[in-house]
Nanobody, 118 residues
Framework: QVQLVESGGGLVQPGGSLRLSCVTSGFTFSTYYMNWYRQAPGKERELVAGISSGGSVTNYADSVKGRFTISRDNAENTVYLQMNSLKPEDTAVYYC???????????WGQGTQVTVSS
């Protein structure tokens, strides 16, 4: 059974930091491309960051470049999102996503709420 479980969300003041974690099971984590998406109220889900299976390639949305860092630990089947200098516009539900295009696999977690407010 495939599971992706996000944690680390919460309420933080502008300028603060949070570290999201996504612990996975039920698939071969080290072979999957991993992404973090977010969805704010009334808006479409958007890609925040992605990381290749080996961790050597990363990509970021322009809105988070220089503030967010995606990383992974293939030994722990976990992907992380370090979020610094948070802004109110970063408020959203953050979702972990695992992709294996060759097999058409696309797995999602349930999401964790991040709220940036004073």
């Amino acid at each position: 059974q495939v599971q992706l479980v996000e944690s680390g969300g919460g309420l933080v003041q502008p300028g603060g930091s949070l570290r999201l974690s996504c612990v996975t099971s039920g698939f071969t984590f080290s072979t999957y491309y991993m992404n973090w998406y977010r969805q704010a109220p009334g808006k479409e889900r958007e890609l925040v960051a992605g990381i290749s299976s080996g961790g050597s390639v990363t990509n970021y949305a322009d809105s988070v470049k220089g503030r967010f860092t995606i990383s992974r630990d293939n030994a722990e089947n976990t992907v992380y999102l370090q979020m610094n200098s948070l802004k109110p516009e970063d408020t959203a539900v953050y979702y972990c996503n695992a992709v294996m295009k060759f097999y058409g696999h696309d797995y999602w977690g349930q999401g964790t709420q991040v709220t940036v407010s004073s």
